[in-house]
């Protein structure tokens, strides 16, 4: 039996088209919901429009049999950008949403039964890593002191042109960050392990470590690699919140029908076309939707649309992700809200998803646990987890996924009962899984990539598509495939960047 969605509360929607043109902002992921709070909260009329039935983008949520799966970020890094936004809409975030401290804020594992909490336990990391306790502090020292204008400042800066490239250069070089996160880790610690445990959390933004700036790590590390943080009720619940804040505020919010078309004159955007017929004039567009879907088939009918859309698709994109969603009898305090189980290979496994395009026979599993932190998630007895393995984009590994799915949802499932639930089998209550293609059918994914283009340095910063188009002036991109990247943090950034270069163009 298909899990069924979570039920959306009721938001109000006009049919009608509106008396006199607005904002518009395309996908009402966590991007978009970020921009149209930021717009409606500054006075700028907005229309939020997102083609599936919920708001959330690939933060996703089902129900079934009284228990809540969610898709997306397993544990938010860093509550206080999700705060400032809530703060300008005139109220508290805790006065609607808990935000509960999680500890660890994540566990590495290994194979041969090394584990490593971090914020790193004294005792694990002597026993693991004796050489490099100073190393360890160093890492930290180099986090706190890069994270202001080495990684915010620039995230949050309008557009990533070559004038912001050239303002953080100082910075960039003063912190290294021309550095991969794999290089930083090595010049600083001796242990492998540790260099994988302090490294791996890039991939929760598609990035390799071995290949990624360093400072893109600041975005998916917690401050002072302190404890991440999770909602109460689930990623669901904070994209409900969010949404209802905005209908709120008085804008208005159009689910379950598509924007087809952008319409343009000139060099101006000058409405959007949705599915249903429904039409509007706009002041300004943003789109949080997939890069090439927005030029390709969006704006497939502007001469330029087409040909920017090929040239994105040349460039590299991000690995998809495979994720196993289960429910376990049973309640296990002993597995944190969020592990790392590493393979027998670190270095050779993200090549082959990479790089190759192979999907490797052992694996690093990604596991979450949300019902440790918020019990309510499943019912009494019972917890819900899971299990996202990495894997090659489309274009590089052609498979069948309707005949590969199932066949690597055992393999994952039996990987975590050998290493912590040995009756796995017997206490499996209900388990599905979303492949790469899912991704591209359900979210018009280029590649069925799930953080957009990949991060590496030729497509980090300035050289990263703009916020700010050049041919349209009254178009602007915000979400995982602009800058500063994916990744909850890089996101909410890119929004407040977005916000800014349109109200500037709104005077």
């Not at 997306?72 to 508290?92: C, F, H, K, Y």
């Not at 690995?319 to 809200?337: D, K, N, Q, R, Y």
Request: charged content about 20%; aromatic content about 6%.
């Amino acid at each position: 039996m298909a899990p069924r969605k979570q039920k959306v509360p009721s938001m109000a929607q006009s049919t009608a088209p509106p008396e006199s043109p607005r904002a518009c902002v395309i996908g009402a992921g966590l991007g978009g919901l970020a921009l149209a709070i930021r717009l409606q909260a500054a006075g700028v009329p907005t229309v939020l429009i997102e083609a599936r039935a919920e708001p959330g983008g690939m933060i996703r949520t089902w129900q079934q049999d009284g228990f809540t799966f969610h898709a997306g970020p397993a544990a938010i890094a860093d509550p206080a950008p999700l705060r400032e936004l809530w703060s300008l809409t005139g109220e508290d975030l805790a006065d609607r949403l808990a935000l509960v401290e999680v500890a660890p804020a994540w566990r590495c594992s290994w194979p041969d039964g090394s584990v490593l909490d971090l914020p790193a336990d004294p005792a694990q990391l002597a026993r693991l890593a004796p050489d490099d306790l100073a190393g360890y502090e160093e890492f930290l020292e180099w986090c706190a002191a890069s994270r202001g204008d080495g990684w915010q400042r620039p995230a949050e800066s309008p557009g990533g042109d070559l004038v912001t490239a050239l303002q953080s250069l100082p910075a960039v070089l003063r912190h290294k960050g021309w550095r991969s996160a794999a290089g930083l880790a090595a010049s600083l610690v001796r242990s492998d392990r540790l260099r994988e445990a302090l490294t791996v959390p890039l991939l929760g933004a598609g990035g390799n470590p071995r290949s990624a700036p360093a400072l893109q790590l600041l975005g998916q590390l917690p401050p002072a690699l302190g404890p991440a943080w999770w909602p109460l009720g689930g990623m669901g619940a904070l994209v409900d919140a969010l949404a209802q804040r905005f209908v709120a505020l008085g804008g208005e919010l159009r689910l379950h029908d598509p924007v087809v078309r952008i319409e343009t004159v000139g060099n101006r955007a000058t409405a959007v076309e949705c599915a249903s017929g429904w039409r509007s004039a706009v002041t300004q567009v943003a789109s949080n939707a997939d890069v090439v879907h927005t030029w390709r088939d969006l704006l497939g009918g502007a001469g330029f649309g087409a040909e920017r859309a090929r040239k994105l698709m040349a460039r590299r994109f991000s690995p998809s992700a495979f994720t196993v969603h289960f429910a376990l009898e049973g309640t296990w305090p002993g597995i944190p809200h969020r592990s790392i189980l590493f393979g027998p290979r670190y270095a050779g496994l993200l090549d082959d998803v990479f790089t190759h395009g192979v999907l490797p026979q052992d694996q690093l599993i990604l596991l979450a646990h949300p019902s440790l932190t918020d019990p309510e998630l499943a019912p009494p007895g019972k917890s819900v987890f899971s299990a996202t393995v990495p894997v090659a984009n489309l274009t590089k590994l052609p498979i069948d996924w309707e005949v590969v799915g199932p066949v690597l949802q055992k393999r994952v499932l039996a990987e975590i009962g050998r290493r912590l639930v040995p009756d796995i089998s017997d206490r499996i209550v209900t388990a599905f899984h979303t492949t790469p293609r899912d991704l591209a059918l359900d979210f018009n994914a280029w590649a069925g990539a799930a953080w957009s283009l990949e991060a590496i340095p030729t497509q980090s910063g300035p050289l990263r598509p703009h916020q700010r188009d050049g041919k349209l002036a009254n178009l602007t991109l915000v979400g995982a495939g602009t800058h500063p990247g994916a990744g909850v943090a890089a996101v909410l950034a890119s929004a407040k960047g977005a916000a800014a270069l349109m109200l500037e163009n709104a005077k």
